[in-house]
């Protein structure tokens, strides 16, 4: 669903710009965001929770999928608020929403702070902040009474992360589900944790979260989450604990090539919204307030990265490679999950699909490998490379290896091109290297 067009060079647009002349202004690799896209799935969600669920919901953006200025404000204008996972990723979303003008109340109503390692300073800052804190284990329970307790009267507002014991088929490291994962309290630490809390003071226990994995085409897991999580909350009856939120997670996949099938927005979360509603009435509770925490189905199929072509190598009868001037440092998905993309030459859009060529990155690592057996176009060098669907953990998970720069972002939207994130330059790369004075003696 990206507003893409041919124009009369032949040449690929994407929110009406032509991707040749966007790399000959930005350079490349260049991440390019249709706004169009990601505001159309912000509302989707947004819709689909107002049609399917009688209760209140909250659609919050996992921003770890790619947290910067501009894409908290878009997703901000859509309504959405956010779940993040750092001070990092706290310290872009409340300076983009101040920005924006929102009250320090709104902010904190509009965050929460996941994470299952969280430092005291983490804990502090989202103390000031007052955002809503997702309780991953002990230590972390702890020090927030501790903290807690330096202020009675301002308890802290928490959800509980539990480990619902259910198993999803994805990667096996974006699985976040199953009982032995680093994630949340094991369930037979429940009654414990129910047990303290409900005797804190310093804390304001609001619900339960959980969350399965990631890149889910399935509906199953997701329908079995709600009756554990809402079986969990009438147990918290008992403990005396009002548990009124029921953050349900994210993990809904998308497609990355034509034999994904995920459900659709509207699919998910209708499945979602009748489960959970259908396990109240079961159980007898009212209808907690329903929360999602989407990222890569919110920004995944948004954007595109696109990168000039280079080197060819040609190994006969064994495989022809097409360098691009990017690679794992940009996209690191690849070499990481075995992930797959599709991939078109943007300024040749019309020419036949005659090769098959696997398309390298130009990092020194034989595995640096963005897509094998990709069907293309003859090319020349200078031709534009586009690897479809990167929004979600490309620019979040780029790193600077063999120090290369990271590349710039733009946003595109109307035929107008924005640039969102700058691109480093080589003297970015040594901005924070220290030179001691006794190596140079
Ligand atoms: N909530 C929690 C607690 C999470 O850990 C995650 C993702 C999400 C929500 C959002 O999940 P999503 O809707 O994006 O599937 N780097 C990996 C994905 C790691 C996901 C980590 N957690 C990748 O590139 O596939």
Request: aromatic share 8%; with cysteine; glycine share 8%.
């Given at each position: 669903?990206?507003?893409?067009s041919?124009?009369?060079?032949?040449c690929?647009?994407?929110?009406?710009?032509?991707?040749?002349?966007?790399?000959?202004?930005?350079?490349?690799?260049?991440?390019?965001?249709?706004?169009?896209?990601?505001?159309?799935a912000?509302?989707?969600?947004?819709?689909?929770?107002?049609?399917?669920?009688?209760?209140?919901?909250?659609?919050?953006?996992?921003?770890?999928?790619?947290?910067?200025l501009?894409?908290v404000?878009?997703?901000?204008?859509?309504?959405?608020?956010?779940?993040?996972?750092?001070?990092?990723?706290?310290?872009?979303?409340?300076t983009?929403l101040?920005?924006?003008?929102?009250?320090p109340?709104?902010?904190?109503?509009?965050?929460?702070?996941?994470?299952?390692?969280?430092?005291v300073?983490?804990?502090?800052?989202?103390?000031?902040?007052?955002?809503?804190?997702?309780?991953?284990?002990?230590?972390?329970?702890?020090?927030?009474?501790?903290?807690?307790?330096?202020?009675?009267?301002?308890?802290?507002?928490?959800?509980?992360?539990l480990?619902p014991?259910?198993e999803?088929?994805?990667?096996?490291?974006?699985?976040?589900?199953?009982?032995?994962?680093?994630?949340?309290?094991d369930?037979?630490?429940?009654?414990?944790?129910?047990?303290?809390?409900?005797?804190?003071?310093?804390?304001n226990?609001?619900?339960?979260h959980a969350?399965?994995?990631?890149?889910?085409?399935?509906?199953?897991?997701h329908?079995?989450?709600a009756?554990?999580?809402?079986?969990?909350?009438?147990k918290?009856?008992?403990?005396?604990?009002?548990?009124?939120?029921?953050n349900?997670?994210?993990g809904?996949?998308?497609?990355?090539?034509?034999?994904?099938?995920?459900?659709?927005?509207?699919?998910?979360?209708?499945?979602?919204s009748?489960?959970?509603?259908?396990?109240?009435?079961?159980?007898?509770i009212?209808l907690?307030?329903?929360?999602?925490?989407?990222?890569?189905?919110?920004?995944?199929?948004?954007?595109?990265?696109?990168?000039?072509i280079?080197s060819r190598k040609?190994?006969?009868?064994?495989r022809?490679?097409l360098?691009?001037?990017?690679?794992m440092?940009?996209?690191?998905?690849p070499?990481?999950?075995?992930?797959?993309?599709?991939?078109?030459?943007?300024?040749r859009?019309?020419?036949?699909?005659?090769?098959?060529?696997?398309?390298?990155?130009?990092?020194?690592?034989?595995?640096?490998?963005?897509?094998k057996d990709?069907q293309?176009?003859?090319?020349?060098?200078?031709?534009i490379?586009?690897?479809?669907?990167?929004?979600?953990y490309?620019?979040?998970?780029?790193?600077n290896?063999?120090?290369?720069?990271?590349?710039?972002?733009?946003?595109?939207?109307?035929?107008?091109?924005?640039?969102?994130?700058?691109?480093?330059?080589?003297?970015d790369l040594?901005?924070?290297?220290r030179?001691?004075?006794?190596l140079?003696?």
């Open positions: 669903p990206l507003s893409a041919i124009n009369k060079n032949d690929l647009e994407i929110g009406g710009c032509d991707l040749k002349t966007l790399v000959e202004q930005f350079g490349s690799p260049l991440y390019i965001l249709d706004e169009f896209t990601l505001r159309t912000c509302s989707q969600y947004r819709e689909a929770f107002n049609t399917y669920y009688p209760g209140i919901s909250q659609v919050i953006y996992a921003s770890k999928a790619w947290s910067c501009a894409v404000s878009i997703v901000a204008s859509e309504q959405l608020g956010f779940d993040v996972v750092s001070a990092g990723e706290l310290h872009t979303t409340v983009a101040e920005k924006m003008g929102y009250s109340e709104k902010i904190a109503n509009q965050i929460y702070f996941h994470g299952n390692n969280k430092s300073e983490e804990l502090q800052l989202a103390i000031a902040i007052k955002c809503t804190i997702i309780v991953d284990n002990w230590l972390e329970l702890e020090t927030l009474v501790k903290l807690g307790n330096l202020n009675p009267n301002n308890p802290i507002p928490i959800l509980l992360r480990t014991g259910i999803c088929h994805t990667h096996e490291y974006i699985r976040t589900g199953h009982l032995d994962s680093k994630f949340g309290f369930p037979h630490q429940i009654e414990a944790v129910f047990t303290y809390v409900s005797q804190q003071k310093a804390l226990c609001r619900g339960l969350h399965i994995g990631s890149q889910i085409f399935e509906r199953q897991p329908q079995d989450l009756d554990v999580l809402v079986k969990w909350i009438k918290g009856q008992t403990y005396g604990l009002n548990l009124e939120e029921l349900i997670g994210g809904l996949g998308i497609r990355y090539t034509q034999s994904d099938d995920p459900p659709s927005i509207e699919e998910w979360v209708k499945a979602v009748q489960a959970v509603t259908k396990a109240c009435l079961a159980e007898n009212p907690p307030k329903l929360i999602a925490e989407p990222g890569r189905s919110l920004i995944g199929s948004a954007c595109v990265t696109a990168y000039t280079g040609e190994i006969p009868e064994i022809t490679y360098a691009v001037d990017g690679g440092s940009d996209n690191p998905r070499i990481t999950y075995q992930s797959l993309y599709r991939t078109i030459i943007a300024n859009m019309s020419t036949p699909l005659t090769e098959t060529v696997t398309v390298a990155g130009k990092h020194c690592e034989s595995g640096d490998i963005l897509i990709a293309l176009p003859q090319t020349q060098p200078g031709d490379l586009v690897v479809m669907g990167t929004g979600a490309n620019y979040s998970m780029a790193s290896y063999n120090r290369l720069p990271r590349p710039a972002a733009v946003l595109v939207q109307d035929g107008e091109a924005n640039l969102i994130v700058q691109r480093e330059t080589i003297n040594i901005r924070q290297d030179l001691p004075d006794r140079l003696a």
